[in-house]
């Protein structure tokens, strides 16, 4: 590759204004024509507007924000080119902490009787912790070992689920303080989501940390020749990604007032897809936070829509993977005819 | 040379006539119409983004040409991919290689062609034997079976060049084939194109280095800016000429050491060891002065630079810093002490190919300035990177630029940029004219006397001998692991650093 390109100062017009549009701007396209597809066929079909729905687009956006606090979580570890498979188990394994210290004191048989109306900072302080610690044993894992990240998170994954199942020999754990519950009613779980993404949107674009988090994706050997000390780095990124699956489970937790082993189930993949459709790019160097939230929205509104139309959950599921997959290629197709055009 | 006047009746082996290629705003090739003979090193020279790339890939089936024509001994040559420039006997050997390293020598070489038995099983041990035989036809003493990113560079680069030749081809086009390459393999490189060029080989060699023009070629073209400049015999031609047509302008006198106002000691190195690498290497390197460090690939050159860096941990010995003794677990420390270093494979430990020009550059100051609270000054960042760009003459469209967009010569000028950033007083320079064209190449042989002139400490890798000559006030010479002579500048002439190195 040597495009002569280098050598002319001022490349043409029409080529400075394609660069000048965010990457985001043709996912997003995406994102409104699904929309507005799904509004066309619920007048033909069900005769009902689809976005013409407050109820429907709060409910849509509050499924999805657990998803999307783990997916911006997520797409960091993405950018330095690695991945989490542990954050679906690990919503699993801090839900029933934060549960099992939340429980009120109508339990009948608490997890911990001595410990029952707990303030809610408690268990939410001890969930964020037990998120952390799992994406720290990830991240010094990977650090120090040296095995790739599939597999360390994979062990994580497996590990999380199964401590999740022993905390309480697989017994839920219900009977929430109101206090807890309330941080998962209403509209909370979305302000946490946008809060959490405006946050590392920032942390991403404008501190050092996120400099060094896309250095590494892009090449990890000169990250390290160019005196970024990489092992350092990525266990902060996977405690970071860890923490905000503890986030997730908290979140989960107050939202079904309980604690199950089985919950946040293939979270971590709906995550990582997340992450993928808004652009983040699974050999590192690549992605933003804003793509991811877009692709957040993308997964609830295919999810919404299907609903809306009364489709099977069968076909939904088959339908969302034909989704993913098309998302990515299209956006790959687009990338790859920007580089031979320069 | 003699056989093509000999032969007049017989078509050129390859004609370009007229041929044209743009990209998107870009005219990359204008009109370029040239010919290769038979049995002829046709040598294409030219800056960084005059366009022979294109033209190489061009002939190679890579692109297609937006006008004009090829044609091969007379019959013109529609070309739609590189299988179809194989099948058409013409092979390229890319600049950067393009090999399989998880695979033997002997499967990178033969892969697609493996030799098969009646149940289309590979015969290992044919696939193995006829890799050994091209091998030794190249005199490269290489184990068909060993896996091919355990190879040094220079051995990959064989293989590469073992695999082009694996197609029989007539027309061998060569792309800076000795960059990554000692002077000895350099030489064993083109006796083996002499051989070919016997046979009736075409070669189109691409090259920097105008040395190497009067040993091997038999004609030489330039292209500037993506046209034709002109076509000579190397014995009509002088080096000045050469270069003149290559630039268009006139350059700055060839850059020459100042004399060495030695300064206090500023990184010295005693009785250093990295087991099985290099032994017992000790030297002092002054404020002030560039010493050059010259040794064929596998002298434990390069693993020195990335042991006084902090990438490698001494085995045994010592690293001293401005007279203290320290211990340096990572670049990151030895960065925070004052040391910068430039990395001789820009593509796998330089450069954040698809990051931009600014965050290529500011990456390492970023350890130090321009960060408030995690917060990164942005706008001071890029004053410095713009400060920076424009103090190194880097051509690009702007610091949002892409850095894999631009040439060789620049991004080396960027990651010497990086290094500058931190205010480096000791500067660790391995290979940094390497795939660099000469207007660059002189552009930062004088930023490198400037610094030392400025007191900045230099120890200079390189495998060049012109430039060891011209930048070094002293010469370290390496050979297997070992340091086997210090040579003062007087002292220092090819003749005796050969013999140092070779010994």
Known sequence: MQPALADRTAPSATAARVRRLPPEAGILLVLIALALAFELLGWIFVHQSFLANEQRLVIMILQVSVIGVIAVGVTQVIITGGIDLSSGSVVALTAMVAASLAQSSEAVRAVYPALIDLPAIVPVAAGLAVGAAAGLVNGTLIASTGIPPFIATLGVMVSARGLAKWYTRGQPVSMLTDPYAAIGSGAVPVVVFLATALLFHVALRHTRYGKFTYAIGANREAARVAGIRVGRHLVLVYAIAGLLSGLAGVLTSARAVSGQAGMGLMYELDAIAAAVIGGASLSGGVGRITGTVIGTLILGVVTSGFTFLRIDAYYQEIVKGGIIVAAVVADQYRRRRRLTAT | ?503
């Not at chain 2, 297609?64 to 001994?73: A, F, I, K, Q």
């Not at chain 2, 042989?445 to 012109?466: D, F, K, N, W, Y």
Request: proline share 4%; charged share 25%; net charge neutral.
């Open chain 2, 1 to 503: 040379m003699a056989a093509a006047v000999a032969t007049p009746v017989r078509p050129d082996l390859l004609e370009v006539r007229g041929v044209s290629k743009s990209f998107p705003g870009v005219a990359a090739l204008e009109d370029v119409t040239l010919r290769l003979r038979h049995g002829t090193v046709h040598a294409l020279m030219g800056e960084n983004g005059a366009g022979k790339s294109t033209l190489m890939k061009i002939v190679a089936g890579v692109c297609t040409p937006d006008s004009g024509e090829l044609r091969l001994e007379g019959r013109a040559l529609r070309l739609g991919s590189p299988g179809q420039a194989l099948a058409a006997g013409i092979a390229m050997i890319h600049q950067e290689l393009n090999l399989l390293p998880t695979m033997s020598v002997a499967e990178n070489i033969w892969i697609g062609r493996e030799p098969l038995n009646a149940l289309r099983l590979v015969r290992h041990r044919e696939l193995n034997r006829r890799a050994r035989a091209l091998l030794e036809r190249l005199a490269v003493d290489l184990d068909p079976r060993a896996e091919l990113r355990t190879l040094p560079l220079a051995a990959r680069q064989m293989v590469e060049i073992a695999r082009a030749l694996s197609y029989d081809s007539r027309l061998l086009i060569m792309d800076e084939p000795t960059s990554a390459l000692t002077e000895r393999e350099a030489e064993r490189l083109f006796a083996v194109i002499r051989d070919l060029r016997s046979r009736g080989v075409g070669i189109f060699y691409v090259t920097h280095r105008i040395e190497e023009l009067f040993a091997l070629a038999d004609e030489i073209s330039v292209l500037r800016d993506g046209r034709h400049v002109g076509t000579s015999r190397p014995r009509d031609l002088t080096r000045d000429d050469i270069i003149r047509m290559m630039v268009g302008r006139e350059l700055p006198p060839p850059a020459a050491a100042a004399p060495a106002q030695a300064g206090p000691v500023a990184l010295s190195a005693q009785g250093l060891s990295v087991a099985g690498e290099f032994e017992d290497v000790s030297f002092e390197l002054h404020a002030g002065e560039i010493l050059g460090v010259a040794g064929l690939a596998g002298s434990g050159r390069s693993k020195l630079a990335e042991t006084l860096f902090g990438l490698v941990a001494p085995t045994a010995g010592e690293i001293r810093i401005g007279g203290s003794a320290v211990r340096l677990d990572s670049p990151a420390a030895a960065i925070s002490r004052g040391l910068g270093f430039l990395t001789e494979d820009r593509k796998e430990s330089g450069c954040f190919l698809s990051l931009s020009v600014l965050e290529n550059l500011e990456i390492s100051v970023l350890s130090r300035d321009f960060v408030r609270m995690g917060f990164v000054h942005a706008a001071g960042a890029r004053r410095a990177c713009e400060r920076m760009v424009s103090a190194l003459r880097v051509k690009t469209p702007g610091l949002g630029e892409r850095i894999e967009n631009l040439s060789g010569g620049n991004q080396q000028k960027v990651l010497i940029g990086r290094c500058l950033l931190t205010r480096p007083k000791i500067l660790i320079l391995d290979e940094p004219t390497r795939g660099v064209d000469v207007g660059a190449k002189a552009e930062i042989h004088q930023l490198i006397t400037r610094l030392v002139a400025a007191g900045t400490a230099v120890l200079m890798i390189s495998s060049e001998m012109p430039e060891i000559l011209a930048m070094s006030h002293r010469v370290m010479v390496m050979h297997e692991g070992r340091v086997t002579g210090i040579l003062e500048r007087a002292a220092a002439t090819q003749v005796k650093i050969m013999d140092l190195a070779a010994r």
